[in-house]
T-cell receptor, first 112, second 113 residues
Framework: DAGITQSPRYKITETGRQVTLMCHQTWSHSYMFWYRQDLGHGLRLIYYSAAADITDKGEVPDGYVVSRSKTENFPLTLESATRSQTSVYFC???????????FGDGTRLSIL | GQQLNQSPQSMFIQEGEDVSMNCTSSSIFNTWLWYKQEPGEGPVLLIALYKAGELTSNGRLTAQFGITRKDSFLNISASIPSDVGIYFCAGRNPYNQGGKLIFGQGTELSVKP
């Protein structure tokens, strides 16, 4: 039971570069979410998706792009990375809008 | 935006002691969740609560959904060193679309053997 996996686990890149964080779940959950976790801010929702081809903004969407062409994958792209996007990124999924969310182990992203 | 107030922010206790932490909201929730996060890992679900007044246990952990629907608490009995981590509450507003959760700031628990 692989669950939900994120890749890469660690990434260092430079300001202005494009970077994509991957998220894959094996549960066939309808809902998927991207959060960033920063000291002093806790977990903040970036984007979420209710199903394939349906995405919506969360609390802090600026600077990020998502897509969901397949139910099991929900990649997050930083089109032109900035230092303020240095953070730990978590992907989560849930069976539907009423069930708990289950989290991956995160991607630690550093932007120099 | 909607806020969740989680307290205490940190606790440093002796092994064997009981622990209590709580979360309060400015508005009603229809779901309360409690997660634990260890270093280098994602939050792991501990307990889910869906009805006001509900009391649910998971081993040494007990959580309750407050009667007012604006609060929840988590108790850990007879703490052990592996209880160390950050505990997060999360709530779901019945008027929020998309199953979005609002998270507390976390309670960092340290247990001295």
């Amino acid at each position: 039971d692989a669950g939900i996996t994120q890749s890469p686990r660690y990434k260092i890149t430079e300001t202005g570069r494009q970077v994509t964080l991957m998220c894959h779940q094996t549960w066939s959950h309808s809902y998927m979410f991207w959060y960033r976790q920063d000291l002093g801010h806790g977990l903040r929702l970036i984007y979420y998706s209710a199903a394939a081809d349906i995405t919506d903004k969360g609390e802090v969407p600026d600077g990020y792009v998502v897509s969901r062409s397949k139910t099991e994958n929900f990649p997050l792209t930083l089109e032109s990375a900035t230092r303020s996007q240095t953070s730990v990124y978590f992907c989560a999924s849930s069976e539907n809008s009423n069930q708990p969310q289950h989290f991956g182990d995160g991607t630690r992203l550093s932007i120099l | 935006g909607q806020q969740l107030n989680q307290s205490p922010q940190s606790m440093f206790i002796q092994e064997g002691e009981d622990v209590s932490m709580n979360c309060t909201s400015s508005s009603i929730f229809n779901t309360w969740l409690w997660y634990k996060q260890e270093p280098g890992e994602g939050p792991v679900l501990l307990i889910a609560l869906y009805k006001a007044g509900e009391l649910t246990s998971n081993g040494r952990l007990t959580a309750q959904f407050g009667i007012t629907r604006k609060d929840s608490f988590l108790n850990i009995s007879a703490s052990i060193p592996s209880d160390v981590g950050i505990y997060f509450c999360a709530g779901r507003n019945p008027y929020n679309q998309g199953g979005k959760l609002i998270f507390g700031q976390g309670t960092e628990l340290s247990v001295k053997p």
